[in-house]
């Protein structure tokens, strides 16, 4: 059961309003791929157009190479599980999910079995009977999962799926979520705006701003290297900071000028020249004590601390008077980090990520460390 | 009275200083408490609702009055209500004449306006552009247009107008019924809108996204969670027809067309009516009341079955202040 999606400059306009414009974009068979932006940023509109809710005003959207952007949503291959799931309350679980195979006139019994199969697939065997109502919303969640999963989809669209939910209850689901899209290998196309599910559950990324795609790319790609400012800003702080690239014939890195000092940088855009942003994850950064004579260090003091149970977020104000995050790991030193400690930052140059100005320089996956654990990421954008 | 509380008039003479003494107030101190009962806000309340059910409570008791009058109590008899052979609301043909013909229109005007009234609510719903927002505006003119504006302008549309389709439309129960349902039909859009409001398109769109054609979505799925308010939707239209007066009034003919509201204006103020007439009007205050009770239970208890939490109390609260 095949399920590529390729979305070809795809634009719904809205009056005057272009909620999604021209977007290009290849989902491949079985792969787990979100739509990652702020509210606002088309990803929904993408969804409810590739659901078929929403007719594009241009593009084409190629499900297995056949166009069916302007093919109504019933007959689509595609099915989707909404936000607050949209269980018909006056049907109970069995009914809500045989409803699909019902309108396909598939025969009594094999209804019976699908159902059967598709609850049992997501753990809710016992609850055919009851209404959704007297579910929790994480049952809720997966009975939506298997009302749309019994149909075997090509593509399985989902909006926010875990918005309503509770944060315990959230991180649970994300994993069986992800679980369960590797067993049924079914293509999944994921919206949210939590950096955090989009990053821990998915093959790949592709952040949205504004109605365009901004960057496609695995997670590790999109929070490593992200290509302009604003994936860099959305997928966690990112240390924005202005700087000014000085190239260097061998090309391998650059030297950038941030204030009075001077560091080098290995990551993204090492070609560029002229003013530049510079980005650095905290939880790449480290602080060492005053006065460590070090490339690459920053003078700086401490200006608040955040304390958030796993990791202490130390800010720190530097010496050209920017403002520094630092993730530093909670292994019982937080109190080290008082309120004006001079310290020195040390941002490692393979850290230390060049961001072309135009925004558009892609960079390669600059075979960072180990991706980073979604709980580092540090406070939520 | 002087407002300076705090600050004590001459220097206390007793080494320990008495502690501020406060005011008296003509106000009783039940009532100056603010953690008490608001005794004096229940007490209007009460007032109130005496005040508006004594009369009442009143016509419908003189109803089982034993003697021919309306205002001396003369011991208890269900002879107005079926024990005398001729004068008893179920035996003389005036009465029942009328109580058959309410019935009748109330029950017609109940099947032609709830699925036209739910067809405008939901067409209104979906129609986006041009026109859109004035139709929504002058669905609600009928509700708040005075009735007696209404039934004239129809009267006369009905009797001078030369043109078709007024002109094939007589008076009589035929324009009964079109006045009834033309002023009925507002409330049965307000009712059925509010819950498509609490609806919301997703249950909809889950549907059609299950694979479910436009028509079978509607059907399978918008139907049945309309269905509380379709209901509350028609015993409110049967209230308010078996209500009704004016429009029924000037659309009428003959005396076979008197309604039971009709029959008491007529009557009430001649010294012949016995109180049969008050046992009609017990009838007319006891179908009222049940079918404005029975909806607002259909609403509640089906409307909350079914919506889980979102909207049901809102779009009760809707449903109750249309009859308040």
């Known amino acids: ?381 | 009275m002087s407002t300076s509380v705090a600050t004590p008039e001459a220097a206390p003479r007793d080494a320990a200083p008495e502690p501020a003494r406060p005011r008296r107030s003509l106000v009783p101190k039940f009532l100056r408490n603010p953690w008490g009962q608001p005794r004096f806000l229940v007490a209007i309340t009460w007032t109130y609702v005496a005040w508006a059910l004594v009369p009442v409570v009143i016509a419908i008791l003189f109803s089982f009055n034993a003697g021919k009058s309306r205002s001396v109590w003369q011991g208890f008899s269900t002879r107005w209500w079926w024990g005398d052979p001729s004068q008893s609301i179920f035996h003389d043909p005036q009465y029942t004449q009328a109580l058959a013909h309410s019935l009748f229109l109330a029950g017609l005007d109940m099947v032609i306006a709830t699925p036209l009234g739910v067809l405008l609510a939901v067409g209104l719903s979906r129609w986006r552009g041009r026109g859109s927002g004035v139709s929504n505006s002058l669905m609600l003119v009928p509700l708040v247009t005075p009735e007696i504006v209404m039934a004239v302008s129809l009267l006369v549309v009905f009797t001078q107008l030369a043109l078709f389709p007024f002109n094939a439309i007589h008076l009589g129960t035929t324009a009964q019924v079109i006045g009834q349902v033309t002023f009925s039909l507002s409330y049965v859009v307000v009712i059925v809108r509010s819950r498509l409001v609490s609806i919301g398109p997703e249950y909809e769109e889950a549907a059609r996204d299950l694979g479910a054609t436009s028509w079978a979505a509607f059907r399978l799925v918008l139907l049945p969670l309309l269905a509380p308010a379709i209901l509350a939707s028609m015993l409110i239209v049967f209230a308010l027809s078996i209500d009704d007066f004016v429009v029924t009034q000037y659309m009428s003919s003959d005396a076979s067309t008197t309604t039971i509201p009709m029959y008491l204006y007529s009557n009430a103020r001649g010294g012949t009516s016995t109180p049969a007439l008050n046992a009609l009007a017990t009838i007319l205050v006891s179908t009222t009341l049940l079918a404005i009770a029975v909806g607002y239970l259909v609403y509640s208890v089906i409307g909350h079955r079914t919506s889980a939490s979102r909207g049901g109390v809102s779009a009760l609260r809707e449903l109750s202040g249309m009859e308040a």
């Open chain 1, 1 to 381: 059961m095949p399920g590529d999606v390729q979305l070809r400059a795809l634009t719904k306009r809205y009056d005057e309003t272009l909620a999604v414009d021209a977007i290009d974009a290849s989902i491949n068979d079985g792969e787990f791929f979100s739509l990652l932006g702020p509210s606002g940023c088309g990803k929904t509109t993408t969804l409810r157009m590739i659901a078929g809710f929403v007719r594009p005003t241009s593009g084409e959207i190629l499900l297995d190479g056949v166009d069916v952007a302007q093919v109504p949503p019933h007959n689509r291959n595609v099915h989707t599980v909404f936000q607050n799931y949209a269980l018909f309350p006056h049907l109970n679980v069995f009914d809500n999910v045989a409803f699909g195979l019902r309108r396909k006139k598939v025969a009594k019994a094999e209804v019976r079995r699908r159902v059967e199969e598709s609850l049992e697939l997501v753990e809710l065997g016992g609850m055919a009977a009851r209404r959704p109502q007297q579910l929790s919303g994480g049952q809720q969640q997966r009975v939506a999962l298997a009302r749309a999963l019994v149909l075997r989809p090509a593509v399985l669209l989902l909006d926010e799926p875990l918005g309503a939910l509770d944060a315990k209850i959230r991180k649970q689901l994300r994993l069986e979520l992800k679980a369960l899209q590797e067993e049924v290998g079914i293509t999944f196309v994921f919206v949210t705006h939590d950096q955090e599910e989009a990053l821990s559950m998915s093959d790949r990324v592709a952040v949205m701003s504004n109605g365009r795609i901004e960057q496609i790319g695995t997670p590790a790609e999109v929070y490593e290297s992200p290509a302009t400012v604003f994936v860099a800003d959305f997928l966690g702080v990112s240390n924005l900071m202005d700087a000014e690239a000085i190239p260097e014939p061998a090309r391998e890195h650059c030297t950038v000028a941030i204030g009075d000092f001077r560091l080098r940088a290995r990551a993204g855009d090492v070609t560029a020249s002229g003013p530049v942003k510079v980005v650095a994850r905290p939880e790449r950064v480290e602080l060492l004590g005053h006065g460590t004579e070090r490339a690459n260090c920053l003078p700086g003091m401490v200006e608040r601390t955040v304390y958030v149970g796993s990791s202490v977020q130390v800010m720190v104000r530097l010496a050209t008077g920017a403002q520094l995050q630092a993730s530093i790991a909670n292994t019982g030193h937080a109190d080290d980090y008082e309120q004006g400690t001079p310290v020195c930052v040390y941002i490692p140059e393979d850290a230390l990520r060049i961001l072309g100005d135009s925004g558009a320089a892609l960079a390669p996956a600059g075979a960072p460390d180990a991706a980073p654990a979604p709980e580092t990421a540090t406070a939520s954008a």
